[in-house]
């Protein structure tokens, strides 16, 4: 498949626009998968994945043909996904105005109807709590953790792809871990 790609950046980077095509086709699950875990909104996921590609277009000719693509993708989307979350960030950060109809809206406190309540409350705060803890962890951290225990990336891959080294790496990973653990660990020992 690496073959694959590198003939398809040459057709790309020789005129030939279509055989990006080939390259979004093959790779845009993966990057959507990336990009989902690390930012979870999937409006925003959508909008990210083609702002990937788009910079990935302009600027194929920065590729080195004897890397592998997807790397260079993956490596792509994370800083993509990144700039993304600093975005969101700066905005939280800034005060906010509440209408009217947000304060007085009944309908905003009461809860789904789903089968088991209880256990649907559990899973909304366990999401709250890890979704939280997932912010707060630092961009390489974040992006670390994601690669590695969600798509399966090697140590090495994920080095590549951060442009970092391995034990860098194997170090983000630890400490996100170290993080999220301690991050939940009050709702595991209640």
């Known amino acids: 498949m690496e073959a694959n790609d590198v003939t ?19 790779h845009s699950h993966a990057i959507f998968r990336l990009v989902f875990r690390m930012c979870g909104n999937e409006h925003d996921v959508e909008d990210i994945v083609q702002e990937t590609f788009l910079r990935a277009f302009r600027s194929l000719n920065q590729f080195e043909s004897r890397a592998n693509f997807g790397t260079w ?4 989307a994370v800083n ?21 109809e947000e304060e007085s809206d009944p309908l905003q406190s009461v809860a789904s109807a789903a089968p088991n309540p209880e256990r ?8 709250k709590k890890l979704e939280g803890a997932m912010v707060e962890l630092s961009g390489r951290e974040r992006a670390a953790f994601v690669m590695r225990h969600f798509d399966g990336c090697s140590i090495e891959e994920i080095g590549r792809a951060l442009g970092i080294r391995g034990n860098t790496a194997k170090n983000a990973i630890f400490r996100a ?14």
């Open 80 to 100: 993509c996904a990144l700039d993304h979350l600093r975005r969101v960030r700066r905005r939280e950060e800034e005060p906010q105005a509440f209408t009217r």
């Open 177 to 190: 871990v170290r993080k999220l653990r301690e991050a939940l660990e009050p709702m595991v020992n209640t």
């Open 73 to 76: 993708l993956h490596r792509v």
């Open 8 to 26: 398809a950046v040459a057709q790309v980077l020789a005129g030939d626009r279509d055989s990006f095509r080939v390259l979004v086709e093959r």
């Open 120 to 127: 649907l409350l559990l899973s909304v705060e366990v999401k």
